[in-house]
């Protein structure tokens, strides 16, 4: 008997009920949501944008170099001279000293990092000011400075290091930094930790919960049971003092809207409706996604392992949707599909858009730049040191 099977079309997901991550409106300069974006931008309908765009980026030609992170627009990356993950582009920012301008196309907290890692005759311009970070909201300094305190009471504040995640203000990276920690991305959380417990007995890994606990227990044979959630709307964190001196891995009770998403419902969903399909997630899911993945990495593994996939191979990828639609379009030889049902891009990655791009290219060709991020001397010495620490980690 044969069965005809329907094409799977990698972009057949459903519109997300409600209007996805309301961010990106808030007026709080604090924010990682960001502020409204002052300027007059292009009209999104000029037929005209791509062309203004190659001639902005013309006339500025060496004085300005374009970082993408892989989660942008189409139309962004178009544009950019390198794009990567996080570490990645961290590591490319420092490595172009000779640009004025570093055109972050990305968000809040990796402009902030690239203009810690840039020199100070270097300006760092995020096209949007709102395209900020959930989940780098969801731990302010208030509420770190708040946790040692309960860290110190309860007698472990000697013993533990600090770990954040690259997706984090400039202020918790500044903390990390006074305490003898260590920031980390998705591709390098692994070697962070085992440098972290070379220094201490416990790490307090911040703010991503899911990648504390699936690096720890995935890849380091930590158990679940090492691993306790500090709440910060909680007192004292929703921790007793005896259950923090048992604790190796202390998380931030944070985590990312877009990846958070994925559930067991729809690695099942998608292995019933494509046999053999390999489920690939980055470490940002949920303990039990990743636990039902055939794969884990971070979005330049991901991007790796599609490249090296055999021809007809299905993967279903648990990542943000740009990069899923550009890999499937970039693969027609292998079936590619994003692992759920319903659209999920990161909404404020997405704020950055062609109109903005040309509107900051422009005002910078014109010498007015706009949108500049800039972090305080002292908060920057801090985060630094913290930042290169994770560059120096064998
Ligand atoms: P990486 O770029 O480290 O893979 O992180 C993904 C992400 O969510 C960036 O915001
Ligand atoms: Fe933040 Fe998640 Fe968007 Fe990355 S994908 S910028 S972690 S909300």
Known sequence: MTTTQTPIDPLDVQPTPLALLLLGRESDPRSERGVDCPGDLPAPSDPDLVERARAAKARLGSKVFILGHHYQRDEVIEFADVTGDSFKLARDAAAAPDAEYIVFCGVHFMAESADILTSDRQQVILPDLAAGCSMADMATAEQVAECWDVLTEAGVA????????MNSS????????????TICTSSNARRALEWAFSKGEKVLFLPDQHLGRNTAVREMGFSLEDCVVYNPHKPGGGLTAEELRAAKMILWRGHCSVHGRFSLDSVEDVRARIPGVNVLVHPECKHEVVSAADHVGSTEHIIKMLDEAPAGSSWAIGTELNLVRRLAKAHPDKTIVFLDRTVCFCSTMNRIDLPHLVWALESLADGKPVNRIQVDAETEHFAKLALEQMLALP
């Open 158 to 165: 000697d013993t533990v290091v600090p770990v954040s995640y």
């Open 170 to 181: 400039a202020d918790i990276k500044a903390f990390t930094g006074r305490h003898g920690g």
